[in-house]
């Protein structure tokens, strides 16, 4: 699926899409602040439908004690980053564990799956990212994983998180893509190479401000990439940390 707004071309020809962190869906329900990037439950916009196998950029902050209740998913890619906080996750498959602050859990809901998720804390929200991709195939057993980034992940890099295809330390997923995780310094800039299999991107800022295809990026922006033929630099402003999607 991909989004239909307006693209904004490049001077390279390919073509890039912001989506402002002000424009996002909302829901409000006391214990649960949520921003929607593409359409979720209920909110629906026909503009926002997903883009590539993306469909769900979720930012949520729970409030101590909240939390989602034991509940169904099936053939979706999963993964959750903790921004602040901490996320208590249980499942059927038997996990259990407490996600903090900077590190990412991993679920592939495959033939199907039962998870809970909720704010451990009694004093102390939790923010994060949770973001889910349609699967490159139907079914299959559910998968689990965990990685700790935090303080690990490298300055002027990108860390590679998930990909298609065994590679490095990423974790192998069930889509035709790449999820990396940046953080930048201040003035600092890094290449993003080209690359044929995957010539989509997106772009989904955490915290900073960064620059990319001549877009400015903010907190909770988001940039689509489409059909990008050659590298392209991701510069920052201020230090930033963001998620980066290669995407088929």
Do not use: C
């Not at 769900?56 to 959750?80: L, Q, R, S, W």
């Not at 498959?93 to 033939?111: E, V």
């Not at 990423?170 to 035709?176: E, I, K, L, P």
Request: hydrophobic residues 35%; proline residues 5%.
């Amino acid at each position: 699926m991909s989004t239909t707004v307006d693209d904004t071309k490049t001077s390279a020809g390919w073509s890039v899409r912001k989506r402002p962190a002000a424009e996002r869906g909302r829901a409000e329900h006391g214990w649960l602040h949520a921003r929607f990037t593409f359409s979720f439950a209920d909110y629906f916009d026909p503009d926002q439908m997903g883009f590539r196998s993306l469909r769900v950029m979720n930012n949520d902050i729970i409030e101590a004690g909240g939390g989602f209740p034991t509940h169904p998913h099936k053939d979706a890619e999963i993964f959750t980053y903790v921004i602040s906080g901490e996320l208590e996750h249980r499942d059927s498959m038997g996990n259990g564990s407490i996600i903090t602050a900077g590190n990412l859990q991993y679920m592939s809901a495959g033939s199907g799956v039962r998870h809970s998720e909720f704010n451990p804390s009694k004093d102390t929200p939790t923010e994060l990212y949770q973001v889910w991709l349609k699967p490159n195939q139907s079914g299959g057993e559910p998968l689990y994983a965990e990685k700790k980034l935090g303080d690990r992940a490298p300055n002027n890099a990108l860390t590679l998180l998930l990909a298609g295809q065994p590679k490095g330390d990423a974790t192998v997923f069930r889509q035709d893509a790449e999820v990396s995780f940046g953080r930048l310094d201040a003035g600092a800039e890094l290449a993003a190479a080209a690359d044929n299999n995957l010539p989509h991107g997106w772009v989904q800022v955490i915290e900073g401000e960064v620059e990319v295809l001549g877009q400015t990026l903010g907190r909770a922006d988001g940039l689509a990439i489409s059909d990008h033929p050659e590298a392209f630099a991701i510069r920052a402003a201020r230090n930033s940390k963001f998620l980066f999607f290669r995407l088929s």
